[in-house]
């Protein structure tokens, strides 16, 4: 799941890894930006989604949203009968195994900004690591609109992670999955000399590690393959710029969980 269409980017990384799967994403559009809300209010709105996707008997819950794993993960990782993934400690991992000189950036929403969980995840991780953590809110914004590729969101980028500019990092994290969908521009904003962590990508390894661990892979053409791709928002929307993001054609049904001033 996801709070809009950022979370198909992991997607994208888990099915090139484990092809023989299905899968069912939940993009909560209606009640996007989750970046800008309380705590309490993305554990609900995550909570809400990880109860529909228990009543459609999945294996796992991989939360593909930084916001909302910082949030609902501890939660959820007890409430859930089934394994529950999110996207922090993976990215973290990477981070902290590509630095040279232990300097680190994160790019984020506010609300994974504000939570800490990348700072305090990596010098758990490495103590002597210094963390430089900037909250891009507009960048989601940019992805949920189509923007990316254009010259207005390069403009933007650039000039948001001027930030880092006077900043020795020799890595920076997209702590949000929204982010790679820019990694063209995002690329372009930096010194060459930096490596880019997409979290999508070692977060798809340890859903593969896991379900090998506990024998729960499926076996190519034991039954049909399911890919079902469910918005809370508008379905026309969604579906173009997912087709963007996963390279093909998809279709997406509506699902009405409610807005947020509906959940109790």
Not at 142 to 149: L, P, Q, R, T, Y
Not at 200 to 225: C, M, N, P, W
Request: aromatic share 6%; net charge positive; proline share 3%.
């Amino acid at each position: 799941m996801d709070s809009g269409v950022g979370g198909l980017t992991v997607l994208r990384e888990i099915v090139k890894i484990l092809p023989n799967e299905s899968y069912i994403f939940v993009g909560d559009q209606a009640n996007l930006p989750y970046g800008q809300k309380s705590s309490a209010t993305v554990r609900k709105l995550t909570k809400r989604i990880a109860d529909y996707m228990l009543k459609q008997d999945v294996k796992m819950f991989v939360i593909a949203c930084n916001t909302s794993t910082a949030a609902s993960l501890d939660y959820l990782t007890k409430y859930l009968p089934i394994p529950v993934i999110g996207v922090i400690m993976p990215g973290a991992k990477s981070a902290v195994a590509s630095t040279k000189n232990n300097q680190i950036g994160v790019i984020a929403t506010n609300g994974t900004v504000n939570s800490g969980d990348y700072e305090r995840i990596i010098t758990r991780l490495d103590a002597g690591s210094k963390v430089y953590s900037l909250g891009c809110p507009d960048f989601v914004t940019m992805v949920e609109h189509g923007d990316a590729g254009t010259k207005d969101a390069q403009k933007k980028v650039s000039r948001q992670l001027a930030f880092f500019d006077d900043k020795q990092i020799d890595t920076l994290v997209m702590g949000c999955t929204h982010f790679p969908a820019l990694e063209s521009e995002i690329r372009s904003s930096i010194a060459k000399n930096i490596t880019l962590i997409n979290p999508g990508i070692s977060t798809a390894k340890d859903v593969a590690g896991y379900l090998k661990s506990h024998h729960q892979l499926r076996q190519a053409g034991s039954e049909q393959q399911i890919k079902a791709f469910f918005t809370t928002g508008d379905q026309k929307e969604f579906t173009r710029i997912a087709d963007q993001l996963l390279g093909k054609q998809i279709h997406a049904d509506h699902l009405n969980l409610g807005k947020e001033d509906a959940i109790s």
